[in-house]
């Protein structure tokens, strides 16, 4: 059944009942890429954001709030079919619609908190 939902839902119903561990999982990654499967898009968030949108400089940048959260949420996506040509090889782990993608190089938290701010400025002008 869920496989059949639009992408638009599935990011809804991923975002309300998984944003708490999504953002755990964001808080100190340096040195992967957490990729969501939501049918015709892959999304990522946070730091994960961060690496896709260096990855595919075409990816599309949105904005969210979620309770307990201060700031903007950042979520890149990217084309399903492009995401698994590109990066396919570098999964590390499968597991339902979530993949955990090595990443060859850490993500310094200045370079990131500096990408997140020219994210959330690109997004709202």
């Not at 890429?33 to 949108?53: K, P, Q, T």
């Not at 400089?57 to 492009?82: G, H, I, N, Q």
Request: charged share 25%.
């Amino acid at each position: 059944m869920i496989e059949t939902l639009p992408s638009g839902i599935r990011l809804k119903n991923l975002i309300q009942s998984q944003h708490t561990e999504i953002l755990s999982r964001e808080k100190n990654n340096d040195k992967f890429l957490h990729l969501y499967d939501i049918g015709a898009y892959w999304v990522a968030f946070e730091r994960s954001a961060c690496r896709l949108n260096g990855l595919f400089s075409k990816s599309e940048l949105t904005l969210f709030r979620v309770p307990d959260c201060v700031e903007y949420v950042v979520m890149a996506s990217v084309p399903a079919d492009e995401a698994e040509v590109c990066l396919s090889e570098f999964i590390i782990l499968h597991d339902g619609i979530y993949r955990k993608v090595r990443s060859e190089h850490s993500l310094p938290t200045g370079d990131y908190r500096h990408w997140h701010e020219m994210a959330v400025r690109s997004v709202l002008l």
